[in-house]
């Protein structure tokens, strides 16, 4: 697609539940990261793909996270028995990424996850 | 590890004013900078960047030079707008094949009319 798309928007779940988020990135781009932007924080690095190599886990913060990304397109990370202090907005970004090229993402719009 | 420290904000000017949004970074390799906007109600977008010591990134009238001897990559706009009133993000790329980037905490910026 032109961009890169997340859905739902907005999310609202009753604390305990699993939620699944979706990212589908820009056709191509061999590089997908998921980030999480809490109020007044920075964003937090949660787990990276890049093409058919293991993910980078390194940002998860707790073995109720997970993701996957099927087929190297479209990704869902799922946070299982949420809580409070996984209410944020949730962001993912695609990257091209030849040899030793540095580019910048393109972000999708983000989903705004609300436990209550 | 590496990190990313912006300027604390909210910045408030006014029209035509000069702006300077500082970051300094800390990383233990050769990273490459980028700068970051968010606008209200928008997702993030690439603003500029630079890969190596000395390069300068512009856009839009933005600029920012890599200074790796005072590892900083100040933003700067010589006149800025009411349109440019939005969060800025400063961040690094850490070096190798993981390309994650280290945030700093956004500095947001309002101006007035």
């Known amino acids: 697609g032109a961009g890169v798309s997340q859905s739902p928007s907005n999310k609202v779940t009753e604390k305990g539940k699993d939620v699944e988020l979706r990212c589908d990135p820009i056709?191509?781009?061999?590089?997908l990261y998921w980030y999480r932007q809490s109020l007044g924080q920075g964003l937090e690095f949660l787990i990276y793909?890049?093409?058919?190599?293991?993910?980078?886990k390194s940002g998860l913060p707790s073995d109720r996270f997970s993701a996957e990304r099927t087929g190297g397109s479209v990704s869902t990370l799922t946070i299982q028995r949420t809580q409070q202090e996984d209410s944020a907005v949730y962001l993912c970004?695609?990257?091209?990424?030849?040899?030793?090229?540095?580019?910048?993402?393109?972000f999708g719009s983000g989903t705004r996850l609300t436990v209550v | 590890g590496d990190s990313v420290t912006q300027m604390e904000g909210p910045v408030t000017l006014s029209e035509e004013a000069f702006l300077t949004i500082n970051c300094t970074y800390t990383?233990?390799?050769?990273?490459?900078l980028f700068w970051y906007v968010q606008y209200p109600g928008e997702g993030l977008q690439l603003l500029l960047k630079?890969?190596?010591a000395d390069d300068k990134g512009s856009n839009k009238g933005f600029e920012a030079t890599y200074r790796k001897e005072t590892t900083s990559f100040h933003l700067e706009k010589g006149s800025v707008q009411v349109s440019d009133s939005a969060v800025y993000f400063c961040?690094?790329?850490?070096?190798?094949?993981?390309?994650?980037?280290?945030w700093g905490l956004g500095t947001s910026l309002a101006v007035n009319p």
């Open positions: 961040a690094l790329s850490e070096g190798g094949n993981n390309r994650k980037l280290i």
């Open positions: 970004a695609s990257s091209s990424f030849i040899g030793t090229g540095t580019y910048g993402y393109t």
């Open positions: 056709s191509g781009h061999t590089a």
């Open positions: 793909f890049q093409g058919n190599s293991a993910p980078d």
């Open positions: 630079a890969t190596k």
């Open positions: 990383a233990t390799g050769y990273p490459s």
